[in-house]
C-alpha cells in the first residue's frame, strides 16, 4: 500500500491508502507502486487517479502541481481543477 496526501491551496483533498497511483507527469503519465523509488515530479494538468486495493478508483482533476514520493507515502501539492472529483467502481 501507498499512502498518499493530496493537497490544494484550500487544505487536505485526499488521505488515504492505495494500491497504486497514476500521475501526470511533465513528460508523461506515469504510476506510482508500493517500493517505488524516490522521486520528485512536477505535474500538468490532468488527472491523479488513486486506485483501492478493491478496483474502485477515485480521480483528481488537476491543473497542475509536483508530487514527492519516498518510503511508501506519496505528497502531492496541487491546483485543482474546476471538475468535480468522481469515485468509480470497476469490478
Known amino acids: 500500500?501507498?499512502?498518499?496526501?493530496?493537497?490544494s491551496p484550500s487544505g487536505?483533498?485526499?488521505d488515504a491508502d492505495v494500491a497504486?497511483?497514476?500521475l501526470p507527469g511533465?513528460?508523461?503519465r506515469?504510476?506510482?507502486y508500493p517500493m517505488h523509488a524516490p522521486i520528485i515530479s512536477t505535474l500538468i494538468k490532468g488527472e491523479?487517479?488513486?486506485?483501492s486495493t478493491d478496483e474502485t478508483q477515485t480521480?483528481?482533476?488537476?491543473?497542475?502541481?509536483?508530487?514527492?514520493?519516498?518510503?511508501?507515502?506519496?505528497t502531492v501539492c496541487v491546483e485543482m481543477s474546476d471538475k468535480q472529483i468522481?469515485?468509480?467502481?470497476?469490478?
Not at 491523479?48 to 486506485?51: A, G, K, T, W
Not at 483528481?60 to 518510503?71: A, L, N, S
Open 48 to 51: 491523479i487517479v488513486c486506485f
Open 59 to 74: 480521480v483528481f482533476p488537476i491543473q497542475g502541481g509536483f508530487v514527492e514520493v519516498e518510503d511508501d507515502h506519496a
Open 86 to 91: 468522481t469515485d468509480t467502481n470497476h469490478v
Open 26 to 28: 511533465a513528460i508523461g
Open 20 to 22: 497504486h497511483v497514476t
Open 30 to 32: 506515469f504510476a506510482v
Open 1 to 7: 500500500m501507498i499512502k498518499i496526501k493530496v493537497v
Open 12 to 14: 487536505t483533498v485526499y
